[in-house]
């Protein structure tokens, strides 16, 4: 049975600039972290890099007249500020705004309506050399990387997003190490994930300034809810303690939408030998200013059971299903996180699922056939999720697949499959899978199937 969405509801697929691009030392464009973090030894799992990817720089009109036979309605793309800063601050290289100026025209062009997002992950290597996202005075150097980007696409970009997802530029990138630019420092994580969220209040009040009134700006956050391995009390229990520490929303959407940082934090922080930011003041009313939406990057849920001593322990479910990156599909997270947010914001701040899909080993046939059943199933039990949560009263506006096409994810290198369109990287060639045919579906139905 056909379960339906509202009229108006936006139907869109996403992309990264590093991850689809390519053309890295074309038309003025400067350096950035992932360019060298890419050729340092063993950082990439198949030792590949990001130079040429899915050559976007040079196909963007072949892959938006893809999107307008796929019926996409929106596009969200990423900015990459070397192109446009190849210093970080200073001069502009009118050559890179060139090329989000022709991108946003085509989609114009064929009725996609274009999300700009100004930071996924590309910083400008000239600016880690000042410090990066540990020095304060990122925030400032985004507001104006900002303002420079507003006044150039705004008269024709309404829909803004200023980082994806801070939690991997903080945590992931500076804690972990797994990410450019690959460091392992606890306080130093901690920094950038206040100083992200200070680029994100500086970033909308620049936008504001440089765009009109009916410009709609937010930020795009990703979640791995915390959800019990079993039923059993002590699971339950384990699951909540570990839920007040999750750093998804203690970090992230809790200062945004609520204006502070939770306990929890500065708790976990003094248990892992971290201290916490410098919060000077007028740091949170900038923080929490309000947000036109909020994205939802999700993927899989985090699962949690009590370990001996009662304490929360990671859990691993033996009879569900993962995808090709080990993650556990369950739809039931996606809307866990989408109630947990409407409630968060007093149904005050609506909802964009600005990222979900899978990776999967995708059978290629030849002949324009990839099959992939597994993405498929994917995509439709969590538009079934997201049909249910705004069924019980979600303020869910539209729903962006990731990803457009297969490209480099990140430190995975070419091993994973994100794409509802197959990349022959030889080639060059694109081919909708399945799982693209069936959103085309979905898209004209306006409803699952």
């Known amino acids: 049975m056909e379960q339906p969405f509202p009229p108006g509801f936006l139907w869109g697929a996403a992309t990264s600039s590093y991850q689809i691009e390519g053309a890295v030392h074309e038309d003025g464009r400067g350096s950035s972290i992932w360019d060298d973090f890419s050729r340092r030894p063993g950082a990439i799992i198949d030792g590949s890099n990001g130079d040429v990817a899915c050559d976007h720089y040079h196909r963007f009109n072949e892959d938006v007249a893809l999107m307008a036979g796929m019926g996409l309605q929106a596009y969200r793309f990423s900015i990459a500020w070397p192109r446009i800063l190849p210093d970080g601050t ?11 100026n022709r991108v946003i025209d085509a989609c114009l062009a064929n009725g996609i309506v274009p999300f700009a997002t100004l930071y996924h992950w590309d910083l400008p ?59 392992k420092d606890g306080t130093l994580a901690r920094a950038a994930a206040h100083h992200c969220n200070l680029a994100h209040g500086a970033g909308m009040q620049a936008i504001r300034a440089c765009t009109t009134a009916d410009t709609q700006v937010g930020i795009a956050l990703n979640f791995g809810p915390v959800m019990p391995l079993t039923d059993s009390a002590e699971d339950k229990a384990a699951a909540a303690i570990a839920h007040s520490y999750d750093q998804f929303y203690g970090w992230f959407s809790t200062p945004i939408l609520k204006g502070f940082y939770p306990q929890e934090m500065v708790h976990a922080a003094a248990l ?4 916490m930011p410098a919060i000077r003041p007028g740091d949170m009313a900038l923080i929490s200013q309000r947000n036109d939406f909020m994205g939802v990057n999700y993927y899989t849920p985090t699962r949690i059971r009590a370990g001996a001593d009662g304490r929360p322990a990671p859990g691993h479910l033996q009879d569900a299903e993962y995808t090709l990156m080990d993650w556990e599909v369950e739809p039931k997270g996606l809307e866990l996180v989408l109630h947990e947010l409407h409630a968060a914001s007093n149904g005050k701040t609506p909802l964009y699922i600005t990222e979900n899909g899978a990776s999967f080993a995708d059978e290629v046939i030849g002949g324009g056939v ?33 990803s457009l096409m297969d490209n480099f994810e990140w430190a995975k290198g070419y091993q994973q499959f994100f794409g509802m369109v197959h990349v022959d990287y030889a080639t060059q060639r694109r081919t909708i899978k399945d799982s693209g045919h069936y959103f085309s579906q979905v898209i004209r139905a306006n409803a699952v199937i």
């Open 370 to 402: 990839v099959h992939d059943e597994a993405r498929v199933n994917y995509f439709r039990s969590h538009l079934a999720a997201s049909h249910d949560a705004m069924q019980a009263g979600v303020d869910l506006r539209g729903y962006f697949a990731w």
């Open 90 to 100: 200073g001069a502009v290289e009118q050559r890179g705004l060139d090329f989000y």
């Open 125 to 183: 290597s000239a600016l880690q050399a000042r410090g990066g996202w540990g020095n304060r005075d990122i925030a400032g150097w985004f507001a104006d990387y900002s303002a420079i980007c507003a006044r150039a696409f705004g008269d024709r970009v309404k829909h803004w997003i200023t980082l994806n997802e801070p939690w991997c530029i903080a945590f992931l990138c500076h804690e972990i190490g797994a990410h450019a630019p690959g460091q």
């Open 272 to 275: 892992r030998n971290a201290a």
